[in-house]
C-alpha cells in the first residue's frame, strides 16, 4: 500500500499549524477540562463573528517551521547560514509571535551582527553556544519546528535526517536536551508518515523505532539520551493505565517548554488518541489529538503543534475538516510548503 503520499504532507504541516493556532489561547494554563474543549470546538464560529477572520494566530512555532520550510526549499537542503538569516529575518519581522525569551536573543544577535552575511558556518552558531552560561538552551524551540526535515528526507536514510534535525537546531539551541528533541520529534513524524496507510499503530513498536534513532545521534550527552530512553519507558506507563493523576502526569512526563518535558508528551498524546476518546466528541484523529495534548496544560501551542504534525503525517490532511481549520492562519501557506516538499520528492 502507498504510504508517502501529498495528504500526509499536507496532514504533516496544516496540522502542526492547527496544533499551534488552537493549543495557543491555553498556553500557561494549569489543566483544561474536556467540557471546555468541547466546548470550544463547537462554539468556534460564533466565537469567530465576534472576532475579524481568521482569528486563531498562529504563534512562534509556526512562524519558525515556515522559516525552515522556505530556506530547506529555496536550497534544496540544508543551508545553516541562509537558514539563521531566514529565523532571524522572520523574528524581525513579526516579533510579537510568543518567542522564548532566549530565542530572541539568538535571532536578534544573528541580525545585528549580520552573522548571516558571515561564510563561516560555526559563526552562526556562537550566539546560541553562548546561551545560559555557555549551556546552551534545551528549550523546545528545536523541536517544534522540526517536521518539514521529516517531509525534506522522507526517502533518504534516517542519518541525514537525523544530521539535518541536530544540525537546524544548532542555530538557536545547542543543548543536547533541546536536539535529541528535535530529532526525536522529527523521527516520529517519519515514522508516522513511512507507516503504510489504513495499518495501525502500535504505541510499544513506535517508541521501539524512536529507542532506536535514540542511540544513532551523535555528539550529545549520555546521560540527555538516558533521560528520554526513561521518558519514552513513562509514555507506555502511563499509556497503560486507565486513569491519569494529572498532576503526576505533568509532574513525571510534563508539559513545560523544556524539550524533555514536552516532545514526549507529544508522542504521548499522538499516541494515546489513535484510539476514540470517551471525553472528546470528535471523528478527526488530528483534532482529537490536539485536544488531548491541550488537556494536560502548559506549553499547549508547542505540545498540541508537535502532536498533531506526528498525527497529521499518518492521518492525512482529509482527516482534519474545514470547520476548525477556517479559523486558523497559516493554513494556505502549510499545504502550499507541503506541495513544494512533494513536488521535491517526486522529482528525485
Ligand atoms: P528558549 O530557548 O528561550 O527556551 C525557553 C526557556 O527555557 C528559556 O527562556 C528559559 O527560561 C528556559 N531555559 C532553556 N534552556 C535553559 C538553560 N540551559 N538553563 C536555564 N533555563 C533554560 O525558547 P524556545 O525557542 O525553546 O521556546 C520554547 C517555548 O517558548 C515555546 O513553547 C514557545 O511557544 C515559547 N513560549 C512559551 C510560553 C509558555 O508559557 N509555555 C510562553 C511564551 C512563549
Ligand atoms: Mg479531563
Ligand atoms: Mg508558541
Ligand atoms: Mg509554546
Same mark, same amino acid.
Given at each position: ?31 483544561? =477540562? ?6 470550544? @470546538? ?11 477572520? #481568521? ?5 512562534? &512555532? ?30 524581525? =519581522?513579526?516579533?510579537?509571535?510568543g ?52 517531509? *525534506?528526507?522522507?526517502?533518504? #536514510? ?12 544548532? /542555530? ?8 535529541? !528533541?528535535?530529532? /526525536? ?12 496507510? !489504513?495499518? +495501525?499503530? &502500535? #504505541? ?5 523505532e @524512536?529507542r532506536?534513532v ?11 539520551? $538516558?533521560?528520554?530512553? $526513561?521518558?519514552?519507558? @513513562? ?21 513545560d ?6 516532545? #514526549? ?5 499522538f499516541?494515546k ?7 472528546? $466528541? ?8 490536539? *485536544? ?5 496544560g502548559? &506549553? ?15 492521518? !492525512?490532511?482529509a482527516?482534519? !475538516? ?10 494556505? @501557506?502549510?499545504?502550499?510548503?507541503? +506541495? ?9
Amino acid at each position: 500500500a502507498r504510504s508517502i503520499s501529498l495528504d500526509r504532507f499536507k496532514g504533516c504541516l496544516v496540522g502542526g499549524v492547527a496544533g499551534d493556532c488552537l493549543g495557543a489561547p491555553f498556553e500557561g494554563d494549569q489543566t483544561v =477540562s474536556s467540557t471546555v474543549l468541547n466546548s470550544y @470546538l463547537e462554539h468556534m464560529d460564533e466565537a469567530a463573528q465576534k472576532r475579524n477572520q #481568521p482569528y486563531k494566530p498562529y504563534t512562534d &512555532d509556526t512562524a519558525m517551521t515556515f522559516a525552515l520550510c522556505k530556506s530547506l526549499l529555496k536550497n534544496e537542503g540544508l543551508n545553516l547560514i541562509d537558514l539563521a538569516g531566514q529565523y532571524a529575518h522572520e523574528f524581525l =519581522s513579526d516579533p510579537r509571535r510568543g518567542y522564548g525569551s532566549g530565542a530572541q536573543h539568538v535571532l536578534a544577535a544573528i541580525a545585528t551582527e549580520k552573522l548571516y552575511e558571515s561564510t563561516d558556518e560555526s559563526a552562526v552558531l556562537e550566539p546560541a553556544r553562548q546561551q545560559f552560561g555557555g549551556q546552551g538552551s534545551y528549550g523546545n524551540g528545536a523541536a517544534m519546528r522540526v517536521s518539514p526535515v521529516a517531509l *525534506l528526507h522522507a526517502k533518504d #536514510p534516517i542519518e541525514l535526517m537525523i544530521t539535518t534535525a541536530h544540525r537546524q537546531s544548532l /542555530i538557536t539551541h545547542s543543548n543536547g536536551l533541546a536536539v535529541l !528533541g528535535a530529532v /526525536i520529534q522529527a523521527a516520529a513524524v517519519r515514522i508516522a508518515l513511512q507507516t503504510e496507510e !489504513g495499518k +495501525e499503530i &502500535d #504505541p510499544k513498536r513506535f517508541v521501539n523505532e @524512536l529507542r532506536n534513532v535514540i542511540i544513532k545521534v551523535d555528539h550529545v550527552d549520555a546521560s540527555h539520551r $538516558e533521560i528520554y530512553l $526513561e521518558k519514552l519507558n @513513562l509514555v507506555l506507563r502511563f499509556l497503560g493505565k486507565t486513569a491519569i493523576d494529572e498532576e503526576e502526569f505533568c509532574e513525571q512526563l510534563g508539559n513545560d517548554i523544556s524539550a524533555p518535558g514536552s516532545v #514526549p508528551t507529544a508522542v504521548y498524546a499522538f499516541l494515546k488518541a489513535l484510539k476514540p476518546s470517551q471525553d472528546f $466528541e470528535v471523528g478527526s484523529g488530528i483534532l482529537r489529538t490536539i *485536544l488531548t495534548a491541550i488537556e494536560f496544560g502548559g &506549553d499547549t501551542d508547542t505540545i498540541a503543534s508537535m502532536a498533531a504534525s506526528i498525527a497529521g503525517a499518518y492521518y !492525512g490532511r482529509a482527516d482534519i !475538516g474545514e470547520d476548525v481549520l477556517k479559523h486558523c492562519e497559516g493554513v494556505q @501557506l502549510a499545504e502550499q510548503y507541503a +506541495e513544494g516538499f512533494f513536488a521535491r520528492l517526486t522529482q528525485q
